[in-house]
């Protein structure tokens, strides 16, 4: 080397930088370009990645993209879920036109999953169904859950009564606590949130604090069904989750606000009664006015005439209710870059009730910001605040009720004015109040602030591990005011009862997961997380009694006054793992598992673990010869969940205030009547799952079926009687064991499916079979309050008095030719549904969309109390049948046929003591949805201000097909969602057939 010329050495060098350098100069080529769609519009937000690396970008918002490579021999890999990923080599262009194609063969739906992961359909081992915004709106529900109603397997949803704002009840899957909670666990944006019935202090039921959520912000709803799918949730999720995810703003797109309007008409749907009768008893007219009665077994109206003038007759619900009105407004803006978006969104809602003054309003804020704070750090801030007020009227049976006198009172009284002109309560009866007199002097007002934050924190600090900490809460505040005046007509002195609840729960969950592809074949998966959740409950309330001043609602205007502080925590602890294995897109492997810590157990049995595996074949990998298959899968499931299905401070005997005290400004307190249990221990549910899913021809059909064994074991149940020699009343024991084995199927069909017009059905079907299996101590029934459960029957019978029959099953009648009620208490019916379903049909053609929905459900008994009560006042539609009869029965007293004529009212009044005439057949077919909607073309809109808009009008409830049941709307649990009333329908507001108009528009 040393006789090589310098020149020579300069030369070399250059040489050497021109093959390894100037190359890779030459290799680093810009390469721009635009994706489409099938139809040709542009794709935004497409994954693009530079394959065998790490390096990528996504489109913006009209499309286009613009990435640095290596050189013409790299390949760009574009994907989006629902689509075919193509590969397409650089080469020597630097411009490039994409086109992405729909993956016919995959399910292109993505599920966001236990703990808010969002994961594809085709690789869940469990049972889900998802509801997404469009059903959402469709439905025009105020509420969340009643917009769900028929339309998920699995899962019944029922309401309360008709009132604005009232509770829903969400069970999924059956029964599964004999006195416990059944709901399901209500999930936001992957932080659990509460759903208690609230805002009452006075008879009837509340309000679902889910009510507290506007639908507009919504995304989709999807329901895990089976443990296996929630188990990560931890022990309320024992009876299902409902996964509520709220809106995004949009990447790369430029700010958009949209504004919706809608204005609804609610009718409500009345019972039908007798209107032939009037006023009176044994076919003698009463006026109501110096003659009062109950009783309308008086003469024919027709043809009745006082002093010559024919007597009133107008139908006094008709008279009483009104027509509701409901506004809803709706502000949302939303946009963002490719770092960050943004949905901003104000709604309010003002409905007025069918009962005169009773009303509900809610103004609901809510603000989503997501942001990459760096290339592997991300953020997601969202706050919701909710303002509600709900001004109700007292339900039920009870004196305080306006309901009872307003479906018994007579056509021929005219109830108005509510005084006489000595200001006292112009009635037609004695021992209840003028309905009209108590809208403005018997009722309830709740005032509810709800926060609802969350922080999402998701760190990467590598490609194929996931770090996220989410923090949220729940926090409301609430004021109640029940108020009732004296009445002159009950002898009653007033009460007011001022109540405040304030309720804060937090919610933090540590979140680590590991995704790596090992070679062509494996994909595998590993979360680990850990979970803190505590909840703190506070209530002050002060009633009065005996009010002396008129018109003033304060309670400092009662003569005695009785406050009381309940306060209760409760806090859990978990750790939680789960691990999924993909083979070849073929198999699917899945463990989850979870050790929970409670506060509510003893030290020794607060802590207790428990899991599930599940598996997928997607056997249509294997059938690709076979295009009618796009795509199959058959899945199977065992879990094991523990639960602390039991309130606070179970373990111990609380003290209580004891009766009539204060006394002389001395306080007395009482152990309460309800023995403290430190020896409970967790309840378990152990489910086996199998189920099938299809699409064939194209997507065309799609077939998901489910079979599932759930058996629930050692329930916590509190009040459980105990014997007075204890010196308590109730315990709390792990009391029982439940079984629920069911089917559900969905189905998706699209019959015809053309350039301008589709048209789709989906169809849903449930069946469970619900036994208890064991209740405490070798006992075979445990009240549960207005039924009962019975080992080896389903839960909720109703057990009450029946007819007193024969060997034979013939009633048995006595002497003055009436049946005989049964000197013993009878099995008279159970609340349990043979089967549930529902169907869909939307049509599409251009821009006008048709929809309508039906819902049915076969058997379910219903307590018509209203009926029960109705024979003794003569007000049910049968009682307009006043012929004398022979009651066909066997005479008790010599065992021969019965022969003796009674009276129509005789009868009737018999059977109100007949607990078991009063059960009816809950069998129902609905028309609940009719929505007709027209999407304007971006043609007609040019030289318009919108971007888009669109005009829908549905009606809900327009059809009630109800052979059996003689009230209004068979669908009502008239005392809220608790499980003391299940199936009772007592002298509750009606619920209403409803029109809805929709105009929403987004600017440009």
């Given at each position: 080397m040393?006789?090589?010329?310098?020149?020579?050495m300069?030369g070399?060098?250059?040489?050497?930088?021109?093959?390894?350098?100037?190359?890779?100069?030459?290799?680093?080529?810009v390469?721009k370009?635009?994706?489409?769609?099938?139809?040709?519009?542009?794709?935004?937000?497409v994954?693009?990645?530079?394959k065998?690396?790490?390096?990528?970008?996504?489109?913006?918002a009209?499309?286009k993209?613009?990435i640095?490579?290596p050189?013409p021999?790299?390949?760009?890999?574009?994907?989006?879920?629902?689509?075919?990923?193509?590969?397409?080599?650089?080469?020597?262009?630097?411009?490039?036109?994409?086109t992405?194609?729909?993956?016919?063969?995959a399910?292109d739906?993505?599920?966001v999953?236990?703990l808010?992961?969002?994961?594809?359909?085709?690789?869940?081992?469990?049972?889900?169904q998802?509801?997404?915004?469009?059903?959402?709106?469709?439905?025009?529900?105020?509420?969340?859950?009643?917009?769900?109603?028929?339309?998920?397997?699995?899962?019944?949803?029922?309401?309360?009564?008709?009132q604005?704002?009232s509770?829903?009840?969400?069970?999924i899957?059956?029964?599964?606590?004999?006195l416990?909670?059944n709901?399901?666990?209500?999930v936001?944006?992957?932080?659990?949130?509460?759903?208690s019935?609230?805002?009452?202090a006075?008879?009837?039921n509340?309000?679902s604090?889910?009510?507290?959520?506007?639908?507009?912000?919504?995304e989709?709803?999807?329901?895990?069904?089976?443990?296996?799918?929630?188990?990560?949730?931890?022990s309320?999720a024992?009876?299902?989750?409902?996964?509520?995810?709220?809106?995004?703003?949009?990447?790369?797109k430029?700010?958009?606000?949209?504004?919706?309007?809608q204005?609804?008409?609610?009718?409500?749907?009345?019972?039908s009664v007798?209107?032939?009768?009037?006023?009176?008893?044994?076919?003698?007219y009463?006026?109501?006015?110096?003659?009062?009665?109950?009783?309308?077994?008086?003469?024919?109206?027709k043809?009745?005439?006082?002093?010559g003038?024919?007597?009133?007759?107008?139908?006094?619900?008709?008279?009483f209710?009104q027509?509701?009105?409901?506004?809803?407004?709706s502000?949302?803006?939303?946009?963002?870059?490719?770092?960050?978006?943004?949905?901003?969104s104000y709604?309010?809602?003002?409905?007025?009730?069918t009962v005169?003054?009773?009303?509900?309003?809610?103004?609901s804020?809510?603000?989503?910001?997501?942001?990459?704070?760096?290339?592997?750090?991300?953020?997601?801030?969202?706050?919701?605040?909710?303002n509600?007020?709900?001004?109700?009227?007292?339900?039920?049976?009870?004196?305080?009720?306006?309901l009872w006198?307003?479906f018994?009172?007579?056509f021929?009284?005219?109830?108005?004015?509510?005084?006489?002109?000595?200001g006292?309560?112009?009635?037609?009866?004695y021992s209840?109040?003028?309905p009209?007199?108590?809208?403005?002097?018997?009722?309830?007002?709740?005032?509810?602030n709800?926060?609802?934050p969350?922080?999402?924190?998701?760190?990467?600090?590598?490609?194929?591990?996931?770090?996220?900490?989410?923090?949220g809460?729940?926090?409301?505040?609430?004021?109640?005011?029940y108020?009732?005046?004296?009445?002159?007509?009950?002898a009653?002195?007033?009460?007011?009862?001022?109540?405040?609840?304030?309720?804060?729960q937090?919610?933090?969950?540590?979140i680590?997961?590991?995704?790596?592809?090992?070679?062509?074949?494996?994909?595998?998966?590993?979360l680990?997380g850990?979970?803190?959740?505590?909840?703190?409950?506070?209530?002050?309330?002060?009633q009065?009694?005996?009010l002396?001043?008129?018109?003033f609602?304060?309670?400092?205007n009662?003569?005695?006054?009785?406050?009381?502080?309940?306060?209760?925590?409760?806090?859990?602890?978990?750790?939680?793992?789960?691990?999924?294995?993909?083979?070849?897109?073929?198999?699917n492997?899945s463990l989850?598992?979870?050790?929970?810590g409670?506060s509510?157990?003893?030290?020794?049995?607060?802590?207790?673990?428990?899991?599930s595996?599940?598996?997928?074949?997607?056997?249509?990998?294997?059938?690709?010869?076979v295009?009618?298959?796009?795509f199959?899968?058959?899945?199977?499931?065992?879990?094991k969940?523990?639960?602390?299905?039991?309130?606070?401070?179970?373990?111990?005997?609380?003290?209580t205030?004891?009766?009539?005290?204060?006394?002389?400004?001395?306080n007395?307190f009482?152990?309460?009547?309800?023995?403290?249990?430190?020896n409970?221990?967790?309840?378990n549910?152990?489910?086996?799952?199998?189920?099938?899913?299809?699409?064939?021809?194209?997507?065309r059909?799609?077939?998901?079926a489910?079979?599932?064994?759930?058996r629930?074991?050692?329930?916590?149940?509190?009040?459980?009687p105990?014997?007075?020699s204890?010196?308590?009343?109730?315990?709390?024991?792990?009391?029982?064991?439940?079984?629920?084995?069911?089917?559900?199927?969905?189905?998706?069909?699209?019959?015809?499916?053309?350039?301008?017009?589709?048209?789709d059905?989906?169809?849903?079907?449930?069946?469970?079979?619900?036994?208890?299996?064991?209740?405490?101590?070798?006992?075979?029934?445990?009240?549960?309050?207005q039924?009962?459960?019975f080992?080896?029957?389903?839960y909720?019978?109703?057990?009450?008095?029946?007819?007193k029959?024969?060997?034979q099953?013939?009633?048995?009648?006595?002497?003055?030719?009436?049946?005989?009620?049964s000197?013993?208490?009878?099995?008279v019916g159970?609340?349990?549904?043979?089967?549930?379903?529902?169907?869909?049909?939307?049509?599409?053609?251009?821009?006008?969309?048709?929809?309508?929905?039906?819902?049915?459900?076969k058997?379910?008994?219903?307590?018509?109390?209203?009926?029960?009560?109705?024979?003794?006042?003569?007000?049910p539609?049968?009682?307009?049948?006043?012929?004398?009869?022979?009651?066909?029965?066997?005479?008790?007293s010599?065992?021969?046929?019965?022969t003796t004529?009674?009276?129509?009212?005789?009868?009737?009044?018999?059977?109100?003591t007949?607990?078991?005439?009063?059960?009816?057949?809950?069998?129902?077919?609905?028309?609940?949805?009719?929505?007709?909607?027209y999407?304007?073309?971006?043609?007609?809109?040019q030289?318009?201000?919108?971007a888009?808009?669109?005009?829908?009008?549905?009606?809900?409830?327009?059809w009630?097909y109800?052979p059996?049941?003689t009230?209004?709307?068979?669908?009502?649990?008239?005392?809220?969602?608790?499980?003391?009333?299940?199936?009772?329908?007592?002298?509750?507001v009606?619920?209403?057939r409803?029109?809805?108009?929709t105009?929403?528009?987004?600017f440009?």
């Amino acid at each position: 080397m040393k006789n090589i010329p310098k020149k020579c050495m300069v030369g070399l060098q250059f040489l050497f930088l021109g093959l390894f350098v100037i190359p890779q100069v030459y290799a680093q080529v810009v390469v721009k370009g635009t994706v489409r769609t099938e139809t040709g519009e542009a794709f935004p937000a497409v994954s693009i990645f530079i394959k065998g690396t790490s390096k990528g970008t996504k489109t913006d918002a009209e499309g286009k993209f613009n990435i640095e490579t290596p050189g013409p021999e790299a390949v760009l890999v574009f994907t989006f879920v629902g689509y075919q990923k193509k590969e397409v080599q650089v080469g020597n262009t630097s411009v490039l036109e994409v086109t992405l194609e729909p993956d016919i063969r995959a399910l292109d739906e993505v599920v966001v999953t236990a703990l808010g992961i969002k994961r594809e359909k085709k690789q869940l081992t469990y049972s889900t169904q998802e509801v997404k915004a469009e059903e959402i709106s469709r439905a025009k529900e105020t509420g969340v859950l009643n917009s769900l109603t028929g339309k998920i397997s699995g899962v019944q949803i029922t309401s309360s009564t008709g009132q604005p704002g009232s509770s829903s009840r969400i069970v999924i899957r059956g029964t599964s606590s004999l006195l416990g909670d059944n709901e399901a666990l209500i999930v936001l944006d992957g932080v659990p949130i509460n759903n208690s019935q609230t805002g009452n202090a006075g008879p009837g039921n509340g309000v679902s604090r889910l009510s507290d959520i506007d639908p507009s912000i919504i995304e989709s709803i999807n329901v895990l069904k089976g443990s296996a799918a929630s188990a990560l949730y931890g022990s309320s999720a024992a009876r299902g989750v409902v996964m509520i995810t709220t809106k995004n703003g949009s990447a790369y797109k430029k700010p958009s606000i949209n504004f919706t309007s809608q204005f609804s008409l609610e009718s409500p749907i009345l019972p039908s009664v007798q209107s032939k009768y009037a006023q009176g008893t044994g076919g003698v007219y009463y006026n109501g006015e110096d003659q009062k009665t109950s009783l309308l077994w008086g003469p024919e109206i027709k043809g009745l005439t006082v002093n010559g003038v024919p007597v009133r007759n107008k139908n006094p619900m008709k008279e009483f209710f009104q027509t509701g009105k409901t506004y809803t407004n709706s502000l949302s803006a939303q946009g963002g870059s490719d770092k960050s978006n943004y949905l901003l969104s104000y709604s309010y809602l003002d409905q007025t009730g069918t009962v005169p003054t009773t009303n509900y309003k809610r103004h609901s804020a809510f603000l989503k910001f997501q942001n990459q704070l760096f290339d592997n750090l991300t953020s997601t801030f969202q706050f919701n605040y909710v303002n509600s007020t709900n001004h109700r009227i007292a339900e039920g049976y009870g004196l305080e009720s306006p309901l009872w006198t307003v479906f018994t009172a007579p056509f021929t009284w005219d109830p108005k004015p509510a005084l006489d002109a000595n200001g006292n309560q112009r009635v037609f009866r004695y021992s209840r109040n003028n309905p009209y007199w108590v809208l403005d002097n018997i009722y309830n007002d709740s005032r509810n602030n709800r926060f609802l934050p969350v922080l999402t924190l998701t760190y990467k600090p590598l490609t194929w591990l996931t770090i996220s900490e989410r923090v949220g809460a729940d926090v409301y505040t609430e004021q109640i005011k029940y108020f009732e005046a004296p009445s002159d007509v009950l002898a009653t002195k007033g009460v007011i009862t001022d109540r405040n609840n304030n309720f804060r729960q937090f919610n933090n969950d540590l979140i680590i997961e590991a995704r790596k592809n090992f070679g062509p074949d494996w994909d595998v998966s590993l979360l680990l997380g850990n979970n803190l959740f505590s909840t703190y409950s506070q209530t002050y309330q002060i009633q009065g009694t005996g009010l002396t001043v008129d018109n003033f609602n304060n309670v400092s205007n009662a003569e005695r006054q009785v406050s009381y502080e309940n306060y209760s925590r409760k806090r859990k602890v978990g750790f939680y793992g789960q691990t999924n294995v993909e083979y070849k897109g073929l198999l699917n492997f899945s463990l989850t598992g979870r050790y929970d810590g409670t506060s509510v157990l003893a030290k020794g049995n607060n802590y207790y673990a428990y899991g599930s595996a599940s598996m997928g074949f997607i056997f249509s990998e294997l059938l690709s010869s076979v295009p009618a298959i796009n795509f199959g899968k058959l899945r199977l499931s065992y879990s094991k969940v523990g639960n602390d299905n039991v309130g606070p401070y179970s373990l111990t005997t609380p003290y209580t205030t004891a009766t009539n005290f204060p006394f002389n400004g001395q306080n007395g307190f009482l152990m309460q009547n309800t023995l403290g249990n430190a020896n409970l221990v967790n309840e378990n549910t152990n489910e086996f799952e199998v189920g099938l899913e299809m699409k064939l021809l194209q997507n065309r059909i799609g077939f998901e079926a489910s079979y599932f064994d759930r058996r629930h074991k050692d329930l916590l149940t509190q009040n459980i009687p105990i014997a007075p020699s204890t010196g308590y009343s109730y315990t709390t024991l792990n009391a029982g064991d439940m079984t629920n084995k069911g089917v559900e199927v969905l189905l998706n069909l699209t019959p015809v499916k053309a350039d301008n017009f589709s048209w789709d059905v989906t169809v849903n079907y449930t069946k469970i079979n619900n036994k208890v299996t064991r209740i405490y101590g070798g006992q075979d029934q445990l009240n549960l309050g207005q039924t009962y459960a019975f080992v080896g029957d389903p839960y909720g019978t109703f057990y009450n008095y029946g007819y007193k029959r024969n060997e034979q099953g013939r009633i048995l009648i006595d002497d003055s030719g009436l049946p005989l009620l049964s000197s013993d208490y009878q099995k008279v019916g159970n609340i349990q549904p043979d089967w549930l379903g529902g169907i869909t049909n939307t049509f599409r053609y251009k821009g006008i969309t048709l929809s309508f929905f039906f819902d049915m459900k076969k058997g379910g008994d219903i307590m018509n109390s209203d009926q029960r009560y109705g024979y003794f006042y003569g007000t049910p539609k049968i009682t307009e049948n006043r012929e004398n009869r022979v009651v066909s029965g066997i005479r008790e007293s010599d065992g021969q046929e019965n022969t003796t004529e009674v009276t129509g009212q005789a009868y009737y009044q018999r059977l109100n003591t007949i607990y078991e005439e009063a059960v009816q057949d809950g069998t129902y077919i609905k028309l609940r949805n009719v929505s007709l909607s027209y999407n304007f073309s971006k043609l007609l809109l040019q030289k318009t201000p919108f971007a888009t808009a669109s005009l829908t009008a549905t009606g809900r409830n327009l059809w009630i097909y109800s052979p059996h049941f003689t009230g209004a709307d068979p669908e009502v649990n008239s005392f809220g969602t608790g499980n003391d009333a299940i199936g009772t329908y007592a002298y509750s507001v009606p619920t209403s057939r409803s029109f809805n108009f929709t105009l929403s528009v987004t600017f440009k």
